[in-house]
Every structure is written in C-alpha cells, then in structure tokens.
C-alpha cells in the first residue's frame, strides 16, 4: 500500500490534529467548574408563564410558552408548572421528572 502524498496531506494532518486536541481538551475545561449542578441532583424545576429563563450566554426566553395543539392556546394556559425528579438510572443521564400542573 502506498501512502497518501499530495499537496493537501500535510494540511489534513495538521487540521486532524488540531481537531483531535479540541475534543480532548474541551470537556476538561468545565471539569472543575465551582457553579456546574448536576441534573439528577436537581430535586424540582418550578417554571412559570410570565417570568424568563436567565443563562450566561443567551438570551432569555420564556420559561412556558404554548406551540400549538389540538386544545389550542386560548383555552387554557397554566401558570406554574413543577417538574419533581423521581430518580436516575445510575448510568447515564436518564433522569425522571413527573409534572405537576395546578388547574
């Protein structure tokens, strides 16, 4: 088998390479992250009509916002909707969240 040679294999190594070292880099970045929460220790999300989400890099948008339906928007919007977690499955990040809506 011959070898690859040609005016672009030495961009592609070097290309390959950076790529390599971002994907090994990047998750240690956020490894030792003071603020970071894990999502199954996360115990209940309460979300509400009127107020926004808030995040460091974009911009906020509504916690609860209707898309659609058979129902249709008009006929009822709850105002607060909780989401309790009710486990993990010890492996990944499958956590179990039940909603609660008060009518």
Known sequence: MAAAC???TDRRSLLLGLLLLLLITSPTLGWNDADRILLRDIKALTLHHDRYTTSRRLD??????????TAGCDSYTP????CQNKG???YDVQVI?????TV
């Open 6 to 8: 040609g005016p672009g």
């Open 60 to 69: 906020p948008v509504p916690q609860l916002k209707c898309v659609g339906g």
């Open 79 to 82: 105002k607060v909707i909780q």
């Open 88 to 90: 993990w499955d010890g």
């Open 97 to 101: 969240f039940i909603m609660l809506v």
